[in-house]
């Protein structure tokens, strides 16, 4: 997922039965909890995914520009997110406010993740489509492998190694169809697929810090701010109004309130009842949707090397995750 951040994404502490200080779980209970953490992280990614769709409805239909719609999510969203830290942790948010130190953080976060990815994410859809664009940033998890590898001083698995391959004819179908004298996806559709990649491996990367002592809701409310401002300030949304009919307010709307901190709720509440690791396999619906959705709402086609192509990049997410 591209757009949220989640701090359990290369951490498997987060799947263990047992909260601090909590007593343990039986295993019907554990069970259920984790039961509960599959159906949560398949509904928020089937939310992502068709809200990757929606944006390219409203970039289309519309004529709303990717700055626009990323600047008016992030200063839409953000309000939620902070709402939700205010309530489930009290006082966390100014206390965040008031460390000079976490503050330069966070903003880093908002500058390196989320305006970064925000941008990618509604570049590369808006280039080609969400199922595209939505498969592409799944490899950003090549550049987390390498991070790992990096970190831990230690070569590639054998079946990392097989992932890796599969990526790069996956990516290799995606971008040429399987004629290798041709591009079938236009040139800024490829550069803004992969720059979303490197997004993606920044969002799951840089704000591991910040989220282990302030927790998520108040991260991601700040970063989404900061970024949102940042947005605001540079493109001046204003004068690039689109003609939005009651119609596209009320699909924004829903990209706001369930695609973007819907999703991530759901999402989040997985990771902390499955496991990151299933969270990361299981979020995998998330480019399904966006193909399935893409070929009913938008009448979207795709040929026998993208749908080659797709398999190959999600088979890599399963093999090194």
Known sequence: MAEALDEGSLDERDSH?????????????????????????????TFWGINGTASKLLMDAYAVDPLWLACVRELSACWLFLAAARVTNKGQVTRALCDPRSLVGIFGVSLGAILFSQVAYLEAISWTNSATATVMQSLGMLAVLAYVCARMRRGPKRREVLGIAFALVGTYLLATGGNPGQLSLPVGGLVWGLLCAAASACLSILPARQLAKWGNFVVNGLAFLFSGAI????????????????????????????????????????VKDAGSMRASLLGTIEPLTATVTSVLWLGTSFSVADLVGFALVLAMVYLTA
């Open 17 to 45: 039965p047992m909260a601090a200080g909590a007593a343990p779980l039986s295993d019907e209970q554990r069970r259920k909890r984790i039961l509960r953490g599959v159906v949560c992280t398949l509904v928020g990614g």
């Open 231 to 270: 947005l605001l300030v540079a493109y001046r949304p204003w004068e690039h109004m689109p003609q939005l009919d009651v119609a596209a307010v009320a699909l924004l709307a829903f990209m706001v309130v369930v695609g973007t901190f819907g999703a991530y709720a759901l999402y989040l509440q997985g």
